[in-house]
């Protein structure tokens, strides 16, 4: 078995016998063994729960009953997502030895699709962070340069398809959480819709914006594994229900006429607002052109919109509605039911010692931003004002995206930093932000890919849709897939010439 | 310059909604002698990760109230998180409704000071959850010099409407009518079982006192007010309002000032003593919780709800004054749960009279109740079978002796109305024959009042009434007083 063998792949040959469900997870365990001295991607390696799994695939399989769409397929997850009777720890101290005592809708939904939870991935801890260098367990590299840091929160799920681990993992994306470490480790990135995808049981940031999204390596591993987790559940309130399209259906390999320029009649935005922006570093700036000229290869109308308050106020809108639902989310963490719980003589001093302790600083600023923001005297000034900025900002993307199928921009203004760089710059961290947290707090679905060029650090480059148009998203990165392709067939042709 | 000191009181009570589960999860509500967090899940523990869903139940309850109360129902009204640390709040944050609450401007109408009705407005009604309980080891059960506490969650997201009141209210007995009507209310819409001992209804008050001229009613000073807290029986809202309002005037009078503050009721010493001062306030940071949507309440829903309600207690009681003659008070009485206004109702329709009737569940049958310390509905004897001991009265085929004799039976040895009767030697029947025989035996054994009697000494008639009763212990009280009159003035006239 081949350590670049996609979802796809893996779970057409477990479900024809070519492969034994045991051997995908030795191989994924193998994998882990040899790099994770050097990566530490993961938090824990369910190697227990992972056999028994595969033995009853196994077993099922040779029943005879039907394969599920990801048989054998080893997936991470990232550890905020709870996977009954395995420790969740969010990255936290606060967490640490927690065993979760159910399961999420995710690993629910992955379990009866044959797919292999097999590890849990490191994070920023309670996902506040832009490099998983907030981990109370240390950080995690970057498998492209491990002198630089994979992005986060989701840097150890990226991190962990980006070297192989397993064609796929699943995190949850609140500000470009799983977007940007996707850019940055050079894979696919998908955060869909608000509400597409269930988020029951995996612990909360910010609940008006937090989405389970998919990492993976080929476009086609997305939409596998979107066509498996995204439902309507009725534990989540912000659940949608209505079907679902058939997302494999979008990848498909198109036929007749359109073979060739499958996004015609397409219209694919850039944001006016990006052209000349300093900030934009050039790979990423060339990475975004290059995308651009595959789009229009493959037969996409390419135009322009403005979204000035986005673009000018989305990362300041996001901050502020981030910390103030932060800090509500994390407040449940007091040490009396679960978790750290510090020796203390008064019921004050335990939330003072188990908080104190559990919490690391970048935990502890955003908590503090957000209990002063939802302060009464700063509430109408702070948090009211920035709902209505994030009202408008709805309003100007949707209004944008009535005039055109899809919008393209780079996924991040720069490449993976280096490790250490930004330490303790916060503001400097959430500027890898800016181009992601747009999708989130319109709860739009966007899918981000690496465009870098050959032997340069990745780049990724993302495309929004309206709400629940994912299958636009995954055509046209299908599309661009197979533009990639077969240029690079031409290339390998001209050099064997 | 006289003073007069008008108090002003407003009521905050949360009502534990009727509901089978929690309002956000699907845990059972059935929290009473439970073994502690027996009645818990990932949701009401507040477990990392774990949602809420809401409760349609509760919704429909709460609206309920809100039609019972006159207010205007709002849809699309929303939650918010309101935030606090205390070791009961799993989530560290209660989720309750903050600026737009479910129902608002309604009213209710209680008997005011003067006589009349009084009307009270009702500001709001929102849905929240309940917290938890702990548990003290310290032996008065309270946190101070407790050295353990133990945090029981099988309450923690149990429903609850919180129902807030106008400041209308002007004195404690109309602060305890208020309640008492409230209670009565729900308990009509089957919204809550309204039991204060329980904790089913908890009662804040707002209270403050406006001090003014006496002759001119110009108003001199509006004193602050003070949050009273841990009042649970209508007895004690009516005391602590009571000691608070003479605190107050005893304050102003004294030349002090009043500011706002929670004030804690200790019914043990009939105090009300400082909790937490203004400045000493929480900052609840209230956040619309993101993780809900607006409370859905459709034309549809509204509509059957509506269709739904019973006959509400006001109506039942002006029912009873007009169709059964009974008077106000009584009809107050019989009205004051739908269960006990059901029984009084089967009762009159199973053939007794409304007035007899009505003695009858208010005296005999309040008594058992009060003594075994049970509702009507574990009453032991059916009203049915109360009807008719009633109409047996009525047509006077039992005496009112024998009739209580029965009505023991069935409540002490669980009998039957036949098998009581059979047991008292009642048969209700007493044959003209049968009732001669004992007549004439009574006088056959007392010649002596007999020869008083017709020698016309008996000028009071005493003598005659000695006669009847002896009539009446030999007919084990089966005859009615007025059948063995007429049968000894039959005899003694015969024997003049």
């Given amino acids: 078995m081949q350590l670049s063998m996609t979802a796809a792949e893996t779970a057409r040959r477990v479900s024809e016998g070519e492969l034994r469900p045991l051997e995908t997870v030795d191989v994924f365990m193998k994998t882990a063994r040899e790099r994770e001295p050097n990566l530490h991607a993961l938090l824990a390696v369910l190697e227990e729960r992972a056999g028994h799994a595969a033995e009853r695939l196994d077993a099922s399989l040779s029943r005879g009953e039907g394969p599920g769409p990801l048989s054998g397929v080893p997936v991470v997850l990232d550890d905020g997502i709870c996977v009954r009777g395995t420790p969740t720890t969010c990255a936290s101290r606060m967490l640490e030895g927690w065993i979760a005592p159910y399961d999420s809708a995710a690993s629910e ?17 309670f996902s506040i962070g832009c490099s998983t260098e907030t981990s109370a367990f240390g950080a995690t590299a970057n498998p492209c340069d491990p002198g630089r840091v994979p992005g986060g929160s989701a840097g150890g799920c990226a991190a962990a398809v980006a070297a192989g681990y397993a064609p796929l993992a699943l995190a949850c994306d609140t500000g470009g959480s799983l977007l940007q470490p996707a850019s940055y480790c050079g894979v696919y990135g998908l955060r869909p819709t608000y509400g597409l995808v269930s988020r029951w049981g995996v612990a909360a940031l910010a609940p008006s914006m937090d989405q389970l999204g998919i990492l993976s390596r080929t476009v086609e591993d997305a939409a596998l594994a979107l066509s498996v987790i995204s439902g309507h559940d009725p534990r989540d309130a912000m659940s949608s229900p209505g079907d679902r399209p058939d997302y494999m259906a979008a990848v498909a390999v198109p036929d007749g006429k359109d073979a060739r320029r499958p996004l015609a009649g397409r219209r694919i935005a850039t944001v006016a607002e990006m052209r000349g922006g300093s900030d934009l570093a050039g790979a990423c700036r060339e990475a975004l052109d290059r995308t651009l000229a595959m789009l229009a290869e493959a037969g996409a109308e390419l135009v322009e919109v403005h979204l000035p308050l986005s673009f000018n106020h989305g990362l300041a809108c996001y901050q502020v509605l981030l910390a103030a639902e932060a800090s509500s989310s994390l407040a449940r963490f007091d040490g009396v039911r679960h978790g750290l719980s510090a020796e203390a003589d008064s019921l004050n001093s335990l939330y003072l010692g188990t908080r104190g302790k559990g919490f690391g600083r970048e935990v502890k600023r955003v908590a503090a931003a957000g209990t002063y923001i939802l302060g009464s005297d700063r509430y109408e000034d702070c948090y009211l004002r920035a709902s209505n900025v994030r009202r408008r900002i709805v309003g100007e993307l949707l209004d944008a995206l009535a005039g055109c199928d899809l919008i393209a921009l780079p996924t991040t203004p720069t490449t993976a930093f280096r490790r250490g760089e930004l330490d303790g710059d916060y503001f400097g961290m959430s500027l890898s932000l800016s181009f992601t947290v747009q999708a989130s707090l319109a709860g739009l679905p966007a899918l981000s890919f690496n465009a870098a060029g050959a032997g340069e650090l990745p780049a990724g480059v993302q495309l929004i849709a309206p709400r629940r148009g994912e299958a636009g998203l995954l055509a046209a990165a299908a599309a661009i897939e197979r533009v990639r392709a077969s240029r690079d067939e031409a290339g390998e042709r001209r050099s064997e010439r | 310059m006289r003073h007069v000191y008008t108090p002003v009181i407003g009521l905050e009570i949360h009502v534990q909604l009727a509901t089978e589960s929690k309002l956000f999860c699907p845990c059972s509500t059935d929290y009473i002698g439970a073994e502690p967090n027996t009645n818990v899940c990932p949701v009401c523990l507040g477990l990392p990760g774990a949602l809420p869903t809401l409760n349609a139940r509760a919704v429909e309850l709460a609206v309920r109230a809100a039609m019972g109360l006159s207010c205007e129902i709002h849809d699309g009204t929303i939650f918010h998180r309101k935030h606090y640390f205390y070791a009961d709040l799993p989530k560290a944050y209660q989720v309750s409704q903050y600026d737009r609450p479910l129902a608002d401007r309604g009213e209710l109408y209680i008997s005011g000071d003067g006589g009349s009705p009084k009307r009270i407005g009702i500001t709001r009604l929102h849905l929240e959850e309940d917290a938890g309980k702990l548990v003290h080891s310290a032996a008065d059960g309270r946190l101070e010099g407790a050295r353990e506490s133990y945090a029981d969650f099988n309450r923690g997201g149990v429903p609850l409407a919180e129902i807030v009141s106008d400041p209308d209210i002007g004195s404690p007995r109309e602060a305890r009518e208020y309640v008492s009507a409230l209670r009565r209310l729900v308990r009509y819409l089957g919204v809550s079982d309204g039991d204060m001992d329980r904790g089913s209804m908890r009662v804040d008050a707002n209270v403050s006192v406006v001090k003014s001229n006496a002759d001119t009613g110009e108003i001199l000073y509006r004193g602050d007010r003070a949050e009273i807290k841990n009042m649970n029986s209508l007895r004690s809202v009516e005391r602590a309002l009571e000691y608070e309002i003479r605190r107050q005037r005893a304050t102003l009078e004294s030349g002090g000032t009043l500011e706002r503050e929670t004030r804690h009721w200790n019914d043990g010493e009939g105090v009300t003593t400082s909790m937490r001062s203004k400045e000493a306030a929480l900052d609840y940071r209230c956040l619309p919780d993101p993780d809900l949507g607006p409370i859905e309440v459709s034309r549809e829903m509204l509509d059957a709800i509506r269709s739904s309600l019973p006959e509400m207690p006001w109506e039942r009681e002006a029912r009873f004054i007009g169709d059964y003659s009974l008077s106000e008070v009584d009809a107050a009485v019989l009205v004051e749960t739908p269960a006990l206004a059901d029984y009084y109702e089967r009762c009159v329709r199973s053939g007794a009279s409304p007035l007899r009737a009505s003695n009858w569940v208010r005296t005999e ?36 002796t024998v009739a209580k004799e029965i009505f023991g039976l069935m409540v002490d040895r669980g009998l039957s109305l036949q098998e009581a009767t059979d047991r008292c030697g009642a048969h209700g029947e007493l044959s003209q024959e049968d009732l001669e025989l004992a007549a004439r035996s009574v006088l056959d054994a007392n010649p002596d009042v007999l020869t008083e009697i017709m020698g016309g000494r008996d000028l009071k008639g005493k003598k005659r009434k000695f006669i009847c009763g002896l009539v009446m212990k030999e007919t084990r009280g089966r005859a009615t007083p007025g059948a063995v009159e007429d049968v000894i003035a039959r005899f003694l006239e015969g024997m003049e």
Avoid: H, W
């Avoid at chain 2, 059916?382 to 006077?396: A, C, I, N, Q, Y």
């Fill in chain 1, 109 to 125: 939904m992955l379990d009866s699709s044959g797919a292999i939870i097999c590890a849990k991935g490191n994070m920023d801890e």
């Fill in chain 2, 365 to 400: 049958v309040l008594r058992v109740l009060n003594e075994r310390g049970v509702g009507i509905e574990e009453c032991p004897v059916r009203p049915e079978e109360l009807g008719l001991l009633v109409s047996m009265l009525d047509e006077g085929r039992a005496s009112t």
